[in-house]
């Protein structure tokens, strides 16, 4: 089973206002490196005193376009390098890759999984 990543929201000072990033980095990769803008999944906006966290994030989520550019450059460099992916790639032809995490309602429903 794949290892689940965990969220983290960083906290910066931008202009006048304070703006929260969300990435998947550790606090430990960020503290060493820092937090490059690719690895930013967005930002949210502070939370109101009204409000849930979910609601929070319902609201004011920005996603960050270079973050799915990075993305989507690693995950194609990764299928590129596994030659069982390729070999079926090649197979079928045609088709889509979805990722669907563990919030999708596919998983929830239990629908049966199909290998393209």
């Known amino acids: 089973m794949a290892e689940e990543l965990e969220e983290n929201i960083y906290v910066a000072r931008v202009g006048e206002n304070m703006v929260q990033y969300v990435t998947f980095l550790s606090h430990d990769l960020v503290f060493k490196y820092g937090l490059k803008e690719s690895v930013i999944v967005g930002s949210i906006d502070a939370k109101r005193e009204d409000e849930t966290p979910d609601q929070q994030l319902s609201r004011s989520f920005r996603p960050n376009p270079e973050f799915r550019t990075t993305l ?3 995950i194609d460099k990764v299928l ?3 030659e069982g992916l ?4 090649k197979k079928q032809k ?3 890759v979805y990722i ?3 919030e999708h309602t596919l998983l929830k429903e239990k629908s ?3 290998t393209l």
Not at 86 to 89: F, L, R, S
């Open 94 to 96: 045609d088709g889509y």
């Open 80 to 82: 590129r390098s596994s």
């Open 86 to 89: 390729m070999t079926a790639a």
């Open 112 to 114: 049966p999984r199909r």
């Open 100 to 102: 669907i995490d563990s």
């Open 72 to 74: 989507n450059a690693f």
